[in-house]
């Protein structure tokens, strides 16, 4: 029963994708040769041989044969009276092969032979799963979900090892299910109380990267080189691109023919909005590309502090700015510049009338909401397509129609 017990021990194992047979083996040798070191003092004399296929083991002990009375170590030697019990014909100085049985060393010692095999072979499990990952850090994985939680969900690759996607990691409008099939980046993989654990994200900057290696050929190519990514998960992304073949057109190549390159990138990312721009070391010019879709009018760069003066007729600062600032503050990250946005001097303003002068007849929350797309003024309003207007805030069309009519009132 013992010798069963030890061998399915084995035999949960040796099937193993983590573990080479050659490891297996080498572990399982030096289990069983610890179990004959403890019995007998050392295990020079000993053969070990496992069979891999039917998860067994047999152990043979080599002795040679003396005179008797002259044994001095029981061990390698064995009296000629005893070896003839074995086999009738033996002499003095040949040797003498024994199998050991397993129940020979009794069941305390397999039931710690097992706990040490199931100890080595699980802590060699874990660390190739770490080592694996370890290698895969900023690859996209493709698995199922398997377990949600609040703060997390649990996420099984194809050969049942636990992968982690926090809350913090997802996309806002990420919603996953148990069986959903999720894909996402290897972030990084920590040891924690001894196991591996692999952090997965769909938020960060190379998942989006990947994502392009594997929509776009020229892309995987190496034929067009993503510069940057900056992303607001979920909101907006922009992606600098540069090639050095003069003949691709490298924004073209990755949106591809009516966008049917990046529209893919687009659904996965839960139709986050993605600028891809030509990259340039013309910093005027590459702040121009970022700030796209806005028209700007004059640019003006201090590469000391870092900062950009940017000069644009009034209707273009909300298109600057974007919604939620969005625009602007991935236009900084993406060229390293903190741009300022004005309105153009040569444009007469005279007439205009400030958001916050309409206090007694909109609400002040209302103001605030105009003010974060960049519209401070009646005119900047007025300048906005009503569509427009719904789309960069939240506000509601009949609120947003109302405010035009009281605007469009102060001008009449």
């Not at 193993?16 to 019995?39: C, G, Y």
């Not at 007849?361 to 519209?375: A, H, L, S, T």
């Not at 900047?380 to 506000?395: E, F, N, P, Q």
């Amino acid at each position: 029963m013992d010798h069963a017990v030890l061998i399915e021990s084995f035999s949960e194992f040796k099937d193993s994708k983590n573990i080479d047979r050659a490891t297996l083996m080498s572990i399982m040798e030096d289990v069983f040769r610890a179990m004959v070191r403890k019995k007998y003092g050392e295990d020079n004399n000993v053969d070990v041989v496992i069979n891999t296929d039917k998860g067994d083991v047999e152990m043979y002990r080599n002795r040679t044969i003396v005179e008797d009375g002259m044994v001095e170590d029981d061990n390698t030697q064995i009296a000629l009276s005893d070896a003839l019990k074995i086999e009738s014909d033996f002499e003095v100085g040949e040797d003498v092969t024994e199998q050991i049985l397993l129940d020979d060393f009794g069941r305390r010692a397999v039931l710690a032979a097992r706990q040490n095999l199931v100890a080595r072979i699980m802590e060699l499990e874990k660390e190739s799963i770490y080592q694996k990952y370890k290698d895969r850090v900023g690859e996209i994985v493709t698995g199922e979900v398997y377990q949600v939680w609040k703060k997390e969900i649990m996420v099984m690759d194809d050969e049942g090892n636990e992968l982690s996607l926090p809350k913090s990691e997802q996309i806002p409008a990420d919603f996953f299910k148990k069986g959903d099939t999720v894909r996402a980046v290897v972030l990084r993989v920590e040891m924690q109380g001894g196991s591996p654990k692999i952090i997965l994200s769909r938020t960060a900057p190379v998942f989006l990267e990947r994502l392009f290696e594997l929509e776009v050929p020229e892309v995987f190519d190496g034929l067009i080189t993503i510069k940057n990514i900056v992303r607001e998960p979920g909101e907006r992304a922009k992606v600098a691109v540069e090639s050095y073949d003069d003949r691709i057109d490298p924004v073209g190549a990755c949106v591809g023919m009516k966008g049917s390159r990046i529209h893919g990138i687009v659904r996965e990312l839960r139709n986050e909005n993605i600028d891809v721009i030509n990259y340039t070391n013309n910093l005027s010019l590459y702040i121009q590309r970022a700030l796209s879709p806005a028209k700007i009018s004059e640019i003006k760069l201090d590469d000391d502090t870092k900062k950009a003066a940017v000069y644009m007729k009034p209707d273009q600062v909300s298109l600057a700015i974007g919604k939620g600032g969005n625009n602007i503050k991935l236009a900084g990250k993406l060229t390293g510049f903190e741009i300022d946005v004005y309105r153009d001097s040569d444009v007469e303003d005279d007439e205009d009338v400030d958001l916050d002068e309409f206090t007694d007849e909109i609400e002040p929350w209302i103001i605030e909401e105009f003010k974060k797309i960049g519209c401070d003024s009646a005119k900047d309003v007025l300048a906005i397509s009503i569509d427009d207007l719904v789309k960069r805030t939240d506000l509601e069309e009949e609120t947003i129609r109302e405010v035009v009519r009281i605007l469009n009132e102060e001008f009449e």
